[in-house]
Nanobody, 121 residues
Framework: QVQLVESGGGLVQAGGSLRLSCAAS????????MGWFRQAPGKEREFVAA????????YYADSVKGRFSISRDNAKNTVYLQMNSLKPEDTAVYYC??????????????WGQGTQVTVSS
């Protein structure tokens, strides 16, 4: 089992940047595929980005491709989401998630509590 705690959210102007972090507990972090999801008010939760357990493969939603970058540091049990060129439509609660299996959107068993990102126009 793994526990996840996100940080780094906040208020930023459009065009700005934020870096989210997700710290994981447990000694098996490096065996989990990791993902970031987000949920805006009144909308369904949506996939943002994912990274394989080794960091060798990354995947992005079309809406963030070229602007966001996911990375991980297995020595620090942490996964990151670098968000650049932020837009008001990126405003949402961002969640970190861990999958002990694949990278499919429905394979994440463990979730953090979320961190709010607000982008002002």
């Amino acid at each position: 089992q793994v526990q996840l705690v996100e940080s780094g959210g906040g208020l930023v102007q459009a065009g700005g940047s934020l870096r989210l972090s997700c710290a994981a507990s447990g000694r098996t972090f490096s065996s989990y595929n990791m993902g970031w999801f987000r949920q805006a008010p009144g909308k369904e939760r949506e996939f943002v980005a994912a990274i394989s357990w080794s960091g060798g493969s990354t995947y992005y939603a079309d809406s963030v491709k070229g602007r966001f970058s996911i990375s991980r540091d297995n020595a620090k049990n942490t996964v990151y989401l670098q968000m650049n060129s932020l837009k008001p439509e990126d405003t949402a609660v961002y969640y970190c998630a861990a999958s002990p299996r694949g990278l499919g959107h429905n394979e994440y068993d463990y979730w953090g509590q979320g961190t709010q990102v607000t982008v002002s126009s």
